[in-house]
């Protein structure tokens, strides 16, 4: 099993540059805490981990079936309400209230599925938007039962010291990732959902005079990508250790999911790990950035030589209370520049696929690596 393994990973992982990156990425993520244990590190890359499985429930939900939703905070919310109720009024912990959450969540996607399935394009677009503002409403008028605006404090965490709340979202976004990859790899042998999702994104009535039940995949994607969705929203509260509308079910949760995507590759999987790890540590750290401009700023004598060094300081510590804005600017240059994506605009730069056997091959072989045929 060894011996097949390292085989394995000698030719399917080491000859493939963009896999390769990837496993070295993962790696040092797990031994991330062995380099620095500084709670503001850990709690970044945290959060960025939990984040990732948002994003990437999103490109697989939108990207993949095309089914363009801008309320996908509804299936993060929905679960981090549920969990937090559950704890709050039932006394139940973590290991008990994620599950569920995660339940809730797919019912939730099963539920939004439904009159979703009857409109397409913008239609769709305007409806999945309107459902996280319904349910922010709902919260909003029960406020004697979820806290109104100001949530519901005080939750138990998923486990006794950050570096184990790192680990365990690390895990639980790395087995994610896989999943939904595996569901998505068009090329796959085993599961067919990924060829079929690429067919009704592609065109849906050529898929459904085919024979595929277009409704029922439809279906599946919604409560695949809520389920995941509700991970992520449960996980974010017990690692936050409060739930609050702002937070769960503002508009701004839905729109950042598609920035990552769209900022890192739609319809790729790992678009959304490189843009989450990429675009959420700049915002984190934008904190810190002022603090630095603004010690540089104080720092400087206030002579009439250093003005113009002064006033750039100055503009930059105001920046960096923006930081959606900058995010938005980087985000833009990226469309103009790389429309499909940073992570496939720089897998497009290193690997090169054969013609004639489709296999990946790095971009400056001259022979494909298996059937020799020419890649130039």
């Not at 979202?169 to 060829?195: E, H």
Request: hydrophobic share 55%.
């Amino acid at each position: 099993m060894l011996r097949q393994m390292l085989k394995g990973f000698r030719w399917s992982v080491l000859p493939v540059p963009g896999r390769l990156i990837a496993v070295a990425f993962f790696v040092f993520l797990f031994i991330f805490p062995l380099i620095t244990q500084h709670p503001f590190y850990v709690r970044m890359l945290t959060y960025a981990s939990i984040f990732t499985i948002f994003a990437v429930s999103w490109d697989l939900l939108s990207g993949y079936t095309g089914l363009v939703n801008f309320g996908h905070a509804l299936f993060f919310g929905v679960a981090a309400y549920t969990s937090a109720l559950l704890y709050k009024y039932l006394g139940w912990q973590p290991w008990a209230t994620i599950p569920l959450s995660m339940v809730a969540a797919v019912a939730a996607g099963v539920v939004t599925c439904f009159p979703a399935l009857r409109l397409r394009g913008p239609y769709l677009s305007l409806l999945t938007l309107a459902f996280p503002l319904m349910l922010l409403g709902v919260v909003m008028a029960l406020k004697d039962i979820t806290g109104g605006e100001y949530g519901i404090p005080m939750l138990p965490s998923i486990a006794s010291t950050r570096v184990g709340e790192y680990y365990i979202c690390l895990l639980v976004m790395t087995v994610s990732v896989l999943i939904m990859w595996k569901l998505t790899d068009a090329g796959s042998k085993y599961v067919r959902t990924g060829l079929i999702f690429h067919a009704i994104r592609e065109d849906e009535i050529a898929a459904r005079a085919t024979g595929i039940n277009t409704m029922k995949y439809k279906l599946l994607a919604f409560a695949v990508g809520g389920l995941f969705a509700g991970i992520a929203g449960a996980l974010y509260v017990h690692v936050r250790g409060l739930v609050a509308p702002s937070s769960t079910l503002g508009l701004t949760i839905s729109f950042q999911a598609v920035i990552w995507v769209i900022f890192g590759g739609i319809v790729s999987i790992y678009g959304g790990v490189i843009g989450v790890y990429t675009l959420y540590p700049l915002v984190y750290l934008s904190l810190g950035i002022q603090g630095f401009f603004t010690s540089l700023y104080e720092a400087l004598p206030k002579t009439s030589a250093l003005a113009p060094l002064r006033a750039i300081l100055q503009f930059l510590e105001r920046l960096a209370d923006f930081p959606m804005l900058v995010l938005a600017a980087i985000v833009i240059v990226i469309l103009l520049f790389m429309p499909e994506g940073i992570g496939v605009w720089l897998r497009s730069k290193i690997e090169r696929e054969c013609p004639r056997c489709k296999l990946t091959n790095v971009a400056w072989r001259r022979e494909c690596r298996a059937c020799s045929a020419s890649l130039r």
